[in-house]
């Protein structure tokens, strides 16, 4: 501030020399006319005092001629000093905003990376994108057996995960998909990730992280990633709900099921597909498939559609066609219904009386119909159904409920994926490796986060080893995990 009124200070001054030296010259070439003037009016008659005057006057003119052009001469280069300084005062401060403007751009950049605290930024471009790109269009020019025969038990199993960045990383909070993000990838080559609101900080921010973790995805595999979030409207928003974006706000489902009008499930569905896909991510975790036929349920809640099976079922559909024509992929949830019960698996083991008739009557109605619309994700809850399975064991690790009534009585042939295996309804009684393996025994096709992703995915590679896993059941998961990839717009 105080250099900014020293510099107008010393502007001022220059000015006003400026202004004097016009002020002189005009002065004197005012002097230098009446001078003329006079002389013209003392010219005598005759011609001889003419002659003498003219010389006189001749003799007494050229000097102030003379000293009129040399103060004018005088004051033009004063003038041209003047306002040669005064431009380079000029640039000296047009060189100083500039130099202000990017400290001030240097200083909001490192304000940024610390607030996205992420991986150091190595990423490479020229030879390594080519290369990418290479690999990326021969794996599409194959087909998924192909590709399914090409990897090795390692990769394979890999692609049955769906973990967190953080989990993949080990960083403590991940923004960016950068040079660790790149070396985890390699060595654990996942079939996706999925997202939460501590992920997403701007929607430029957004938009780099699913572009280049997708570009590492096509560098070392050849396959996209599936990249998820949990968007369902309401209350369950993981960018609506987040203070960096400026999206359109979907209301909570019950509010859209009351209104019986299936129009607005659609729009629902196509408007949080529209922003996601925007920004990458390819995989919504919604619509909500769960019957609400305990008024008690506090878990479920308002992100159901309602009581009525067959009016879910329609809004569940609605939504998967908004969703599918914004290209992100649907997951119904919670399969076998969660709107029955009363507890909650995130805090513990929950159950429900129900018989496999019941369920098929309520709570498996919206879940048929989107089985009829190829739905290509089921998410198995961790739901307990002991008078269908005959044991206490949550639906996401029986084989009873996914194999036999899921995929044999349903007929679904999409990705089964699990509910997310950090929940105590599983870790309060096993652990990452038995979970993980258990789920795969019983028909699932991927895990979502499980409590120890290393531990989890290690014992699944001793399982087969020990002859408790076949690689056949491997390959089956697999072969749906690649076949809906392939099937991703623009990959």
């Given amino acids: 501030m105080a250099n900014n009124r020293r510099t107008r200070r010393k502007r001022d001054r220059i000015w006003m020399g400026v202004l004097v030296s016009m002020f002189a010259l005009m002065i004197l070439s005012v002097s230098a006319i009446a001078i003329k003037t006079a002389a013209d009016e003392r010219q005598p008659k005759e011609v001889k005092e003419t002659a003498n005057l003219n010389r006189q006057e001749t003799a007494a003119a050229e000097p102030k001629e003379n000293q009129t052009g040399q103060s004018r001469e005088l004051g033009d280069d004063y003038l041209e000093n003047l306002l040669n300084e005064i431009n380079e005062e ?140 949990d968007e369902e409207g309401g209350q369950v928003t993981r960018i609506a709900g987040n203070s960096g974006f ?57 992100r159901s559609f309602g009581s009525d099976a067959s009016l879910v079922a329609d809004m569940d559909l609605a939504v998967i066609k908004g ?74 690790l029986s084989k009873i409920m996914i194999t036999d009534v899921l995929r044999d009585k349903m007929g679904y042939q999409g990705i089964i994926i699990t509910d997310a295996m950090n929940m105590e309804a599983i870790t309060q009684k096993y652990d990452s490796a038995t979970a993980a393996v258990m789920a795969i025994q019983a028909g699932a096709d991927m895990i979502l986060m499980p409590q120890d992703f290393e531990t989890a995915y290690q014992g699944v590679i001793q399982a087969v080893s020990e ?13 749906r995990i690649i076949d809906v990839k392939l099937g991703l717009e623009g990959e």
């Fill in 467 to 479: 002859g408790k896993l076949t690689e056949g059941q491997i390959d089956d998961a697999v072969a």
């Fill in 246 to 302: 400026d999206v359109e706000k979907v209301s909570d489902m019950l509010t859209i099921g009351q209104s019986q009008d299936t129009q607005k499930a659609y729009q629902a569905g196509k408007t949080i597909g529209a922003y996601l896909h925007k920004y990458g991510i390819n995989v919504d975790f919604a619509p909500v498939a769960d019957v609400l036929t305990n008024p008690d349920n506090q878990v479920i809640g308002n």
């Fill in 90 to 229: 000029k640039r000296k401060e047009e060189q100083q905003a500039l130099e202000e403007k990017a400290a001030q751009e240097e200083k909001q950049k490192e304000k940024e990376d610390k607030e996205e605290k992420k991986e150091p930024e190595t990423e490479k471009e020229g030879t390594e994108a080519v290369t990418e790109t290479e690999t990326e269009t021969e794996k599409k020019t194959k087909s998924g057996e192909e590709i399914l025969a090409e990897m090795t038990l390692e990769e394979k199993i890999a692609q049955m995960f769906m973990v967190t960045p953080e989990a993949l990383t080990g960083y403590p909070k991940v923004t960016a998909a950068a040079d660790a993000s790149r070396k985890a990838l390699k060595k654990y080559p996942v079939g996706g990730f999925i997202y939460f609101s501590q992920n997403f900080v701007s929607p430029k921010q957004t938009k780099k992280m699913t572009k280049n973790i997708q570009k590492f995805a096509g560098e070392i595999s050849g396959l996209p990633l599936f990249l998820a979030v």
């Fill in 323 to 396: 969703l599918w024509e914004e290209q992100v992929l649907p997951c119904m949830k919670h399969f076998p219904g969660h709107g029955g019960t009363s507890g909650d698996t995130h805090t513990g083991p929950v159950s429900t009386d129900k018989f496999l008739s019941q369920l098929t009557e309520t709570e498996l109605v919206p879940f048929q119909a989107g089985i009829g619309a190829d739905v290509p994700f089921i998410m198995v809850s961790h739901i307990s159904a002991s008078n269908v399975t005959g044991e206490e064991i949550p639906s996401s």
